[in-house]
Structure formats: structure tokens, C-alpha cells
């Protein structure tokens, strides 16, 4: 299975900031998703991470909200732009194994938007 | 719309009992199903996948599908007050599609 972190574990933000979480994998992966996940909901897909290219988003879901940068096959970015107390969530990196055809997830950032 | 649907709980059994989830989908292209154990403040993690109709078996878990039906299920036999915790059905054809979850209280 693969192995991945996310920096920051958790943050408290301003509104109209801007925050930038990372997500490392330890392996080459096919894909990379991003999720949000509000207390006691199920998880919402943001996007998938596109490696060399733009991100595809969800409905609901814009580029100029929620920016997100895939560099390489093992490491992606999404920001969260002018933050309200509405972005207050948990933010979920996942990766794709082709391989082993599963989904698996990163600890998760907890974002607070006062 | 294509969804997935789970009952969300509480599912109350008591420790040593078999705990059954299940859950339906909408989308007759979906080729695998996941089963996800999320403990409260951390993220999901993958329990069992399973591609094709019956049963799979790891441990003290079993997977069942039946793609005629579109209903899967999950068993935990000797059930744990460790195994409490909110259970995520995920359906996959083109993409990931999860459900709402359900929550599995163990009584000790």
C-alpha cells in the first residue's frame, strides 16, 4: 500500500487567507485525488490532481477557489484561496494505485477558518 | 445521480457478536467495491476490496457482492469495541462514488 503524508497536520486561518496544503506519496501513483470531508459527512471529491497537467474539479468545485498543482507522479498541492469559516473542514489527499487498483488516504488536514 | 447508499447507523452489537453493514448501488458499471473503516478524527483506511460476486474472506471480515442485486455487505465476525468506528461503502466504474458511511458501535 502506498504511504502518504500531508503538511499541515492542522491550521487555524483568518478568513480571506489563503492556505496550501502538501501531500508527499512514497511511491510512483497513477492518480491523486483531493476530498473534503465536513464533521460527521462522507467525503466530497474536490478534484483529481492531474500529473503535467490542470486538475479536474467536481461540480461545484472551481480552479479559482481551490488551485491545484501536481509536479510529479508522488507529490500534489491544493490551496484553499480566500478562505471563509464555510472552508472550515477536513482536507484529504488520496493516491490511486493502478497496480493494486485501491484508493488510499493521507492523514488529512483540519482546517479552521475564523 | 449515481450513488451509493448506507444505512447510517448507530449498529449496536454487543463484543463477539457478527456485526453485518450493507450497502446498495445505483451505477450496474461498477467494477470493484471498497470497504473503509474511519475511526473519529482520522482519515478512512481500506479494510477489503472485492471485484466479483460472492464472498471474500481476511480475518475476522467478510465480503460479500452481489452485482445482481448491486448490494455488498460487510461482516465482522467477534466483534470488537476496537472495531467501533464509521464504516464507507465505495462503489468504482470510472470513478470513486462512497457512501455517507455507517456507524458501528461494539458494546463490551
Known amino acids: 500500500s502506498a504511504v502518504i503524508s500531508q503538511k499541515p497536520s492542522r491550521d487555524i486561518c483568518q478568513r480571506g487567507t489563503s492556505l496550501t496544503i502538501q501531500c508527499q506519496v512514497d511511491?510512483?501513483?497513477?492518480?491523486m485525488f483531493w476530498y473534503r470531508q465536513q464533521p460527521g459527512q462522507s467525503l466530497t471529491l474536490i478534484a483529481t490532481a492531474n500529473q503535467g497537467s490542470e486538475a479536474t474539479y467536481e461540480s461545484g468545485f472551481v480552479i479559482d477557489k481551490f488551485p491545484i498543482s501536481r509536479p510529479n507522479l508522488t507529490f500534489s498541492t491544493l490551496t484553499v484561496s480566500n478562505m471563509s469559516p464555510e472552508d472550515s473542514s477536513i482536507y484529504l489527499c488520496?493516491?490511486?494505485?493502478?497496480?493494486?487498483?485501491?484508493?488510499?488516504f493521507g492523514p488529512g488536514t483540519r482546517l479552521l477558518v475564523l | 445521480q449515481k450513488e451509493v447508499e448506507q444505512n447510517s447507523g448507530p449498529l449496536s452489537v454487543p463484543e463477539g457478536a457478527i456485526a453485518s453493514l450493507n450497502c446498495t448501488y445505483s451505477d450496474r458499471g461498477s467494477q470493484s467495491f471498497f470497504w473503509y473503516r474511519q475511526y473519529s478524527g482520522k482519515s478512512p483506511e481500506l479494510i477489503m476490496f472485492?471485484?466479483?460476486?460472492g464472498d471474500k474472506e481476511d480475518g475476522r471480515f467478510t465480503a460479500q457482492l452481489n452485482k445482481a442485486s448491486q448490494y455488498v455487505s460487510l461482516l465482522i465476525r467477534d466483534s470488537q469495541p476496537s472495531d467501533s468506528a464509521t464504516y464507507l461503502c465505495?462503489?468504482?466504474?470510472?470513478?470513486?462514488?462512497f457512501g455517507t458511511g455507517t456507524r458501528l458501535k461494539v458494546l463490551a
Open positions: 465505495a462503489s468504482r466504474a470510472y470513478k470513486y462514488i
Open positions: 472485492i471485484y466479483s460476486n
Open positions: 488520496s493516491a490511486y494505485s493502478g497496480v493494486q487498483e485501491t484508493q488510499y
Open positions: 511511491s510512483q501513483v497513477t492518480m
